[in-house]
């Protein structure tokens, strides 16, 4: 389940977010294109450390950066010198593209990934006083396209540089799973590469189920509006009017339905230790109440945007509550079943499924890559953790285009940005990113944790539809994604 908030970890912890900038399995090639232009720090004393802490990451160097460390930090990163290492040879390091925010004690900037066109956004806290130590550390993948110009090409040219470049990862290791692109439904160009099973050497195929991460909250906001369009809901109503016995009475009371669906709610995430402990009873979306439901908001509803993956697990329960069906049979019947999404499900984790990729992952302890079971829930939520092919999820955005699962009004209130998503351009609607980049809009959903990365961009303007799936970790298929997505014609 992707996490899109903008995370800031205490120095001690210098890690990455589920959703962030762990490469898949396999070694980096070094293709570095020209050399990135030159962006003046500040000399803050933020700024200092931010230069010192580029300098060593992008040295390779074990003693530079040791030494770094050892001197920056006002407490010890809990990531060693031989993890740090690893990530500079899968990243290539990194360029500074743009400074974002500067003061004497904080600055934030842009990086892109020397190896890939992944984004990244970089804080840093220091110490008021000498020797102005790091007190807080944040990298966090940015998501959406490059804000670098977009190198458009005619479709031809495009569908090949995105059929060299998926070639390319592939043989790097650093894409495992299925690329598709069509346009207004019709299939451009696909690929599959890499293994569904590594131990039984079976490999994936352009069928391939994958798990969609954060991107089964496209069928949950859809199925929300479904209600709303049908007259059974309200988006200005709170949780309790729905949900009449939800513990907490803050959130009954003040929480509404716009509120969850645009990750301004304050209803937190799932994912810590009463996950890990819970991991294996929370099979449908009143097990997530259950466990959940008695916190508070973390702030004022409707103060601010903070990514809530329990927000939508508290939309799937109120969607089995009206419509009378649990969540999982109202999704395969006004959902996957009109739009002839006959792949996509949230199986059991448990289950045999046929043609199912299984996910790897470096994140997990015990280094290396290994199967991501033990990361994920039993099944699938509304939250996100389903399965689905890339054909089936070009299925999906053509029926909604062509407004087989809502009608044009609430398909444009679906889709259209409601609230601001961390970057400018870049807003969050109902379960869907709106993003205006460069005069060229991309509707859709990204999803990511432990052996899983998916995406799906829609430009509505030009027909395009590109569905990336990879059983690898974050950003493998969004690297791709965001390739093929820059160099696409735009009209």
């Known amino acids: 389940m992707n996490q899109r908030r903008r995370l800031v970890y205490p120095a001690g912890v210098l890690v990455l977010a589920a959703a962030a900038l762990t490469a898949g399995a396999g070694e980096r090639q070094q293709n570095q294109a020209a050399s990135a232009p030159q962006i003046a720090i500040p000399a803050t004393p933020a700024g200092k450390r931010l230069a010192g802490w580029l300098e060593a990451f992008n040295s390779g160097d074990r003693e530079a950066l040791r030494k770094f460390r050892e001197e920056g930090f006002a407490n010890p990163p809990r990531r060693t010198v031989d993890e740090e290492l690893e990530f500079r040879k899968r990243t290539g390091g990194f360029d500074l593209r743009g400074i974002l925010v500067a003061t004497a ?21 220091v110490e008021a006083e000498e020797p102005h130590r790091i007190t807080a550390f944040g990298l966090q993948a940015m998501q959406g396209p490059p804000t670098e110009p977009a190198k458009r090409m005619p479709e031809a040219e495009a569908l090949a540089a995105a059929d060299k470049r998926a070639q390319e990862l592939c043989a790097a290791g650093e894409f495992s799973g299925v690329m598709l692109v069509a346009r207004e439904g019709k299939i451009l160009l696909s690929r599959a ?17 994958i798990n969609l991460g954060s991107m089964n909250k496209m069928f949950t906001a859809t199925a929300v509006l479904q209600l709303v ?27 509404t339905i716009h509120q969850l669906l645009t990750h301004t709610g304050g209803t937190g995430d799932v ?8 991991r294996e009873k929370l099979k449908n979306p009143g097990d997530y109440v259950a466990l959940y439901g008695t916190r508070a908001p973390e702030f004022e509803p409707g103060s601010r945007y903070e990514y809530s993956n ?37 199986y059991f984790e448990a289950d045999a499924v046929a043609n199912r990729a299984i996910g790897y992952t470096r994140m997990l302890p015990g280094g290396g890559a290994q199967p ?17 092919t890339a054909e089936d999820l070009v299925r999906f955005a053509q029926a909604l285009l062509d407004h087989k699962l809502l009608n044009a009004r609430y398909t444009d209130l679906l889709t259209t940005g409601k609230i601001g998503a961390g970057r400018p351009g870049h807003m969050y609607a109902y379960g869907f990113h709106d993003i205006q980049e460069a005069g060229v809009r991309e509707i859709g959903h990204n999803g990511g944790g432990p052996g899983i990365n998916a995406s799906l961009a829609i430009y509505p303007e030009s027909g395009y539809e590109v569905a990336v799936l990879a059983n690898l970790d974050p950003p493998a298929a969004e690297n791709l994604a965001n390739f093929i997505g820059a160099r696409l014609p735009a009209k």
């Open 310 to 346: 329990y927000g939508f697990e508290v939309l799937g329960a109120i969607i089995e509550k009206v419509s009378g069906q649990s969540y999982y049979d109202y999704v395969r019947e006004h959902i996957f079943a009109p739009a002839g999404m006959k792949d996509t499900d949230s």
């Open 229 to 255: 369009e049908r007259g059974k809901v309200r988006v200005e109503d709170p949780v309790g009017k729905y949900l009449t016995d939800y513990p907490n009475r803050e959130v009954a009371e003040k929480v």
């Open 193 to 209: 590469c890499g293994d569904a099973d590594r131990e039984k050497k079976i490999p994936n195929r352009v069928d391939t189920k």
């Open 372 to 388: 991501n079971s033990a990361a994920l829930p039993p099944r699938g939520s509304p939250a996100g953790g389903g399965y689905s």
């Open 271 to 278: 994912f810590g230790p009463e996950f890990r402990e819970s």
């Open 105 to 125: 004690t904080h600055i934030a900037g842009q990086l892109k990934e020397k190896n890939s066109e992944q984004r990244a956004e970089i804080q840093i806290d």
